[in-house]
C-alpha cells in the first residue's frame, strides 16, 4: 500500500512540475523597454504601426536619405547606433531609424504568421515611397542585410549605395556557402563565446515548448510581453558571441520582438530565390565585417562573389557588434564610403 502511495505522491509531483514547467507563466530579471523620445509612428497600409526616430539634416545641400535596417529579426534600433550615425545628418542627409515590425517601438501582430521576410519587405518599401526620394542610402546590421537584398532585388533603381555589416547569409540560404574556408590573410578568430552556448543557457522547458506551439500551430502560447522579456534575457546571453571576449558585453536593453524574431526565421525557407539577378546590379556596396564575427565567413564571401560593385574592410579586434566593437573606425568607413 506505501508503494501505492509513494507512485500516486510521485506522479502528481511530476504532473506538477510538469505544469509549471511548460505552461506557467516565466519572469525574467531584464532591463524594461523604455520609449524614446521624439518617437513618431507610422501607420501603414499592411497593418503595421512603426515607431521611427527620425533625424532631419539642416544643411543647405541636401542629399539622398539614409535608412538603417537593425539585425535581429526581432531586434530594435538601439540609442548608440543613433549617437553614432547622427554627424551624417551634418552633411545633408536625413536620417531613418525604425523599428520592425513586432519589435521596439513598433506594434506586435496578433497573427504571427504574418511576420514574414515578405512583410518586411513590403513595409520597408512602403516606408522608403513615404519618404519620397528619388534614390536612398541603406546602412544594415546583420538581419538587416538580409532584409536589404531582398528589397533591391525587387527595387534596384531605389537604392545609391548600401553599407553592410556582419552580413548573415543571402535567402533562401545557401548552406554549402557555410563551409567556405576565410584566406589565411584575413586573419579571421572565432569568438570566444558561441550561439549555442547562449541558446543552451538561456532556454528552458516552456521557452522551447512556446517556440515549437508557434511553429506548428502558428499561435500564442505566452503573451508578448513575457516572450519579448525572455528574449532580452537571451539575448543577454547570445550577446557574448557578438565580442571577441564573451566578458565585453553589456547589460542587453529591453524591446526586441520574440514572435518576430522566430517566425520571420521561419518565413526563410520560403523567399524566392533571385540571387542571380545581383550580378547585374551596379549599385556601390560596402561589406563591414569584425575580425571576430560569428558568422560563417562563406556568407560573406557570397555576397562579394555575386554584386559586382562590391568590396570588403576587416575591422581588428571587433566581433559581430562592430559599432560597439569599435565606433570611431566604423564611422569613419561609413562616412567615407558615403561621400
Avoid at 132 to 154: D, P, R
Avoid at 156 to 165: A, G, N, R, S, Y
Avoid at 216 to 228: G, P, T, V, Y
Amino acid at each position: 500500500m506505501r508503494i501505492y502511495h509513494f507512485i500516486k505522491l510521485s506522479l502528481l509531483i511530476v504532473l506538477i512540475l510538469t505544469i509549471w514547467a511548460f505552461f506557467i507563466p516565466r519572469s525574467y530579471d531584464v532591463q524594461a523597454f523604455e520609449e524614446r523620445a521624439g518617437t513618431e509612428y507610422w501607420l501603414l497600409n499592411t497593418g503595421s504601426k512603426i515607431g521611427l526616430t527620425i533625424i532631419k539634416s539642416k544643411a543647405e545641400d541636401h542629399k539622398s536619405p539614409i535608412i538603417y535596417l537593425h539585425g535581429g529579426p526581432g531586434g530594435m534600433i538601439h540609442d548608440e547606433i543613433i549617437q553614432v550615425l547622427k554627424p551624417l545628418a551634418d552633411t545633408g542627409h536625413d536620417l531613418y531609424f525604425y523599428d520592425q515590425v513586432g519589435s521596439g517601438h513598433s506594434s506586435r501582430l496578433e497573427d504571427i504568421q504574418e511576420y514574414s521576410v515578405d512583410r518586411h519587405r513590403t513595409d520597408l518599401q512602403e516606408i522608403i515611397e513615404k519618404i519620397n526620394s528619388e534614390k536612398v542610402i541603406i546602412i544594415a546590421h546583420s538581419w538587416g542585410c538580409l532584409l536589404a537584398i531582398n528589397y533591391i532585388q525587387e527595387n534596384p533603381d531605389q537604392v545609391e549605395k548600401i553599407i553592410l555589416t556582419g552580413p548573415g547569409p543571402i535567402l533562401p540560404i545557401n548552406k554549402n556557402m557555410a563551409n567556405e574556408i576565410a584566406p589565411d590573410s584575413l586573419n579571421l578568430i572565432a569568438p570566444e563565446f558561441s550561439n549555442s552556448e547562449g541558446n543552451r543557457k538561456a532556454n528552458n522547458l516552456r521557452s522551447r515548448l512556446v517556440s515549437k506551439w508557434a511553429y506548428i500551430f502558428n499561435r500564442k502560447l505566452a503573451s508578448d510581453k513575457e516572450m519579448d522579456d525572455f528574449f532580452t534575457h537571451l539575448n543577454e546571453e547570445l550577446s557574448k558571441s557578438t565580442f571577441c571576449k564573451a566578458n565585453q558585453t553589456k547589460k542587453f536593453k529591453g524591446g526586441g520582438g520574440y514572435y518576430s524574431h522566430i517566425m520571420t526565421v521561419k518565413s526563410f525557407d520560403a523567399v524566392q530565390d533571385k540571387r542571380n539577378s545581383l550580378k547585374n546590379m551596379t549599385i556601390p556596396v560596402l561589406i563591414l565585417r569584425g575580425q571576430c564575427d560569428n558568422q560563417k565567413w562563406g556568407f560573406a564571401k557570397e555576397y562579394l562573389d555575386l554584386l559586382p560593385n562590391s568590396q570588403i574592410v576587416i575591422i581588428e579586434n571587433v566581433g559581430h557588434d562592430v559599432v560597439k566593437g569599435n565606433r570611431d573606425e566604423y564611422f569613419d568607413l561609413v562616412s567615407g564610403f558615403i561621400k
